[in-house]
């Protein structure tokens, strides 16, 4: 089974709850493309950094949910939500893989690829709304638009860039895919 990102619902409020989520680690792509092919770009980079293209760094314990792929490189089991932020400017976005709870920044393993940057997440307080459907900009762009509506009218302050969230793979039926949109907020 898919190791899932962690969090504790703080509350709940009309059109979102809000999360606690704990520091974690992700790898991640800057991409300049569409909505819809900035994943689609970033995958191959990212894939290849889980799938082996990595430096080991230390050795791993039984306990850390990997295999050994080749001498010197380390498999990384996946997460999800596979994570899209936007960017600084149009049309510029993160793809983001959620690293597995059993690393640390000491113990994760270097990318190969230098497209593919390591970054520690800090614990955050967020918004988020879920559905199920289509991974279109119109779902998580109306999704995104309400939200933000549904937090100022909370009396919150969002505080970071947006994020689509993706939890299944594309060949799961779009009616059964579960999607979110994530918006950071002041403590």
């Known amino acids: 089974m898919t190791e899932q990102q962690p969090y504790r619902v703080v509350s709940r409020h009309p059109?979102?709850?809000?999360?606690?989520?704990?520091?974690?680690?992700?790898?991640?792509?800057?991409?300049?493309s569409s909505f819809i092919r900035a994943p689609i770009e970033a995958l191959r980079p990212l894939a290849g950094y889980i799938g082996g293209a990595n430096r080991v760094r230390q050795p791993i314990g039984t306990t850390t949910?990997?295999?050994?792929?080749?001498?010197?490189?380390?498999?990384?089991?996946?997460?999800?939500?596979?994570?899209?932020?936007?960017?600084?400017?149009?049309?510029?976005?993160?793809?983001?893989?959620?690293?597995?709870?059993a690393f640390t920044a000491a113990t994760l393993p270097e990318p190969v690829d230098p497209r593919v940057r390591i970054r520690e997440i800090p614990p955050q307080?967020?918004?988020?709304?879920?559905?199920?459907g289509r991974?279109?900009?119109r779902a998580f762009g109306q999704r995104a638009t309400v939200l933000g509506r549904s937090v100022t009218a909370?009396?919150?302050?969002?505080?970071?860039?947006?994020?689509?969230?993706?939890?299944?793979?594309?060949?799961?039926?779009?009616?059964?895919?579960?999607?979110?949109?994530?918006?950071?907020?002041?403590?």
């Not at 059109?15 to 300049?32: I, M, N, T």
């Not at 990997?66 to 932020?85: D, F, S, Y």
């Not at 307080?125 to 199920?132: K, Y």
Request: net charge positive.
């Open 125 to 132: 307080l967020a918004a988020a709304v879920r559905f199920s």
């Open 15 to 32: 059109g979102f709850e809000l999360r606690r989520y704990p520091a974690h680690l992700v790898a991640e792509v800057r991409v300049q």
């Open 65 to 101: 949910p990997v295999t050994r792929a080749a001498p010197g490189t380390t498999r990384i089991a996946m997460t999800v939500p596979v994570v899209q932020e936007e960017g600084e400017r149009p049309g510029a976005y993160l793809i983001q893989f959620v690293m597995p709870a």
């Open 154 to 187: 909370a009396g919150l302050q969002p505080t970071g860039a947006i994020r689509y969230a993706r939890y299944d793979p594309p060949w799961k039926p779009w009616f059964l895919r579960r999607n979110e949109v994530v918006l950071p907020v002041v403590e």
């Open 135 to 137: 991974w279109t900009e």
